[in-house]
């Protein structure tokens, strides 16, 4: 039977086992062991040998995210910085290339070039991808990659996957889309023409910021392969215990997602009417660039918003320290809302110089809006603002 969005979420790879000798559980266990007996020397009796190679919850969550995402494979890592290690890893060689969204996870920048391009002499391009015909000119002979990241972070740029997706696979470039920001409840990027996605799976998917991890999802089972032998060899696994964590957590994706959505897009219509409030970033609103193509290409917009208020660092810094709902803290994604400033907080390893270039001021303010009342989020809002 194929099931919906919102029934895979709480029953693919959790199905009770009621075989002879089965408990029935109707919740997955947390299978701790790190070894696991065999009759024969020479085949597995249940399938799994050495829990870094295979283990029972994780492979429980890895069947939920595939599904999710409506994909054959998915694979479950330490955190969403090892499964993109791993990914370009099993990816790219020296003298590689690839390119880049210009705004996009800090993390991931630092990747990119302290790690690959420093030590193993791959090349990166930063370009605008919310302007897919700047993407034909900077594909270069040995461009392997294209990482898309819509909306990007923290500016909410959107980028066309699907166009993206068509002028790549004229080239053989693959696309990797970082789908954290929408989840699969709002985008699935795999239908729109890219190949892999991957997602840090500590922020909505798991939705209760009490796990780190990551995981990356993807059809083609020549990559799977090449990906499953790297996951073993390279060793950055999801424990048992956090497998637990994500696949409770991701039961009620659906109706967390449509809450975020709907607090930041009240929180941002809010802001756009303040005073204080220079410029509101968020994909819902008509007046954003692109709401059309995020329209189109997502069911929703999600819970991410930055602004940008009058008053520069003093004032963003007045706004942050006068919340009291809204944690100060990086991270996003969770019930819980939480607000941060980039220029010091998330993208502070980027240099000033080209923070500003690519539009990240001092003034701008990232919110992710979490699931609490919206009238009290609202409040919190206009006292924050009231002492600017
Ligand atoms: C947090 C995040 C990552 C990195 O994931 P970790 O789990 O922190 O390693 C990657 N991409 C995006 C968009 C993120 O928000």
Redesign the pocket.
């Known amino acids: 039977m194929k099931m919906r969005f919102e029934t895979r979420a709480i029953h693919v790879g959790e199905e009770p086992n009621l075989q002879p000798g089965g408990s029935g559980d109707v919740v997955v266990p947390i299978h701790l062991a790190s070894t696991f007996a065999r009759r024969e020397t020479d085949k597995p009796t249940s399938g799994y040998e050495y829990s870094r190679t295979a283990n029972p919850t994780r492979a429980a969550l890895e069947k939920r995210l595939a599904a999710l995402e409506d994909a054959k494979f998915a694979l479950a890592f330490a955190?969403?910085?090892?499964a993109?290690t791993v990914l370009l890893l099993t990816l790219l060689k020296p003298g590689d290339h690839v390119i880049l969204s210009d705004d996009l996870?800090g993390?991931?920048k630092r990747l990119c070039h302290h790690v690959f391009q420093e030590n193993f002499k791959i090349g990166f391009s930063h370009v605008d991808l919310s302007r897919p015909e700047d993407i034909r000119d900077a594909i270069k002979r040995n461009t392997k990659l294209i990482w898309i990241?819509t909306p990007t972070?923290p500016l909410m740029k959107i980028c066309d996957i699907k166009a993206v997706s068509k002028i790549a696979r004229k080239k053989s470039v693959l696309v990797v889309v970082?789908n954290?920001?929408m989840t699969p409840y709002f985008q699935q990027p795999l239908k729109l023409g890219a190949d892999v996605v991957v997602h840090?799976?500590?922020?909505y998917l798991n939705g209760h910021s009490d796990s780190?991890?990551?995981c990356i999802i993807l059809s083609s089972e020549e990559i799977h392969e090449k990906l499953r032998f790297n996951q073993n060899a390279l060793g950055a696994i999801l424990s048992p215990f956090d497998s637990y964590l994500v696949l409770r957590g991701v039961k009620t994706l659906a109706v967390r997602m449509e809450k975020h959505n709907k607090n930041a897009m009240t929180i941002s219509s809010f802001l756009e009417k303040s005073r204080k409030v220079k410029k509101v970033l968020y994909p819902g609103l008509e007046n954003h660039p692109q709401h059309e193509l995020a329209k189109k290409q997502a069911s929703g917009f999600g819970g991410m918003i930055s602004f940008e208020v009058y008053g520069g660092l003093r004032g963003a810094r007045r706004f942050l320290e006068s919340l009291k709902i809204f944690s100060l803290a990086e991270?996003?994604g969770g019930v819980e809302s939480l607000a941060e400033h980039p220029a010091s907080m998330t993208h502070s390893s980027i240099p000033k110089k080209e923070r500003e270039r690519i539009g990240i001021s001092d003034s701008l303010i990232r919110l992710s809006v979490g699931i609490e009342d919206i009238a009290d989020l609202k409040e919190d809002i206009h006292h924050a603002l009231g002492r600017l």
């Open positions: 955190s969403g910085m090892a993109e996870y993390g991931t990241e972070n970082d954290t920001f840090s799976t500590t922020k780190v991890g990551g991270s996003l």
